[in-house]
């Protein structure tokens, strides 16, 4: 359950990185209590808005069966993998911004809209990193049951304790920790997350007839790395790795690791020039 560690870790430190700023910029203001009052009030709601996520996703999973649950399932699954990929690009092209932006649209709000503007940004801010957390989770635990879905909880859990931990640390200046740092590990990790998503959607597609595997398999490697179990287990769920690949799966991954790198060349070249 790396995968799920992974992604709740990384939209925990951007909800924690957006809370913080706030944070910082309220202790300036000439009444604070009450503006981080609101921004409390703002981020209890932005939490609301994301179970609200699941539990629709969940009662839309009650009621399908057969051909369109099947078709709901992988739909999400493909949605999940698209969204990391974008969010990685929107946080490669603005997040040395971010805080800048932060802070002048709570400069306006609270000039306009008061309390209720900063309280809508926070909501907006944690609403959106919960729902893709969901959605996320959702995309990666759909065949889990019983002991499964307890270790999925878990995993998410630990997530979120690692979240606070690092956004701790990096408040407290710890020697080589910096958010740009990691922002750049977890890009190379979630995209491999992205990667695994794709693949698992992929396999769904050919185990139901919807798509040719074309060549199957292209190699077997299962003697030297068996994606089933151990090792090789951890790299197909955290990578996507298969030891007896189709050439569906492989067109699959080469198209998505092309269209990675080409977007995040040209957010960090509209970042550079914005700069």
């Known amino acids: 359950m790396l995968n799920v560690q992974i992604v709740v870790w990384r939209e925990s430190l951007e909800a924690m990185l ?19 009052r609101a921004l409390w ?8 808005l994301a179970f609200g996520l699941g539990g629709l996703m969940f009662a839309t999973q009650s009621g399908l069966d057969g051909e369109a649950l099947e078709l709901f399932q992988v739909v999400i699954v493909f949605f999940a993998a698209a969204l990391i990929l974008q969010m990685v690009t929107w946080m490669r092209l603005h997040g040395r911004d971010m805080k800048r932006q932060l802070e002048a649209g709570a400069s306006r709000t609270s000039e306009g809209r008061g309390r209720f503007g900063l309280a ?6 944690v609403g959106r990193e919960g729902a893709e957390t969901v959605v996320f989770m959702y995309g990666m635990g759909i065949e889990q049951q019983g002991r499964a879905l307890f270790d999925v909880l878990l995993a998410a859990l630990l997530g979120l304790a690692a979240a606070g931990l690092t956004a701790w640390l990096v408040a407290r200046g710890a020697r080589f920790l910096s958010y740009r740092v990691l922002f750049r590990v977890s890009e190379i990790l979630l995209l491999l ?16 007839d919807w798509l040719s595997p074309l060549i199957d398999p292209l190699w077997d490697s299962s003697n030297l790395l068996d994606d089933a179990t151990g090792t090789g287990r ?18 699959a991954y080469l198209g998505f690791w092309v269209i990675a790198l080409w977007r995040l060349h040209r957010a960090s070249a509209a970042s550079a020039n914005v700069s």
């Open 234 to 251: 951890v790299l197909a769920d955290f990578t996507g790795y298969r030891a007896r690949p189709t050439a569906s799966i492989l067109i």
């Open 41 to 48: 009030l703002g981020v209890g709601g932005g939490i609301l």
């Open 18 to 36: 957006v809370i913080g700023v706030l944070l910082a910029w309220i202790a300036r203001q000439p009444d604070p209590k009450r503006l981080s």
């Open 120 to 125: 809508t940004i926070a909501a907006l801010a």
């Open 193 to 208: 997350v992205a990667a695994a998503l794709l693949g698992n959607g992929v396999d769904r597609l050919i185990g139901l």
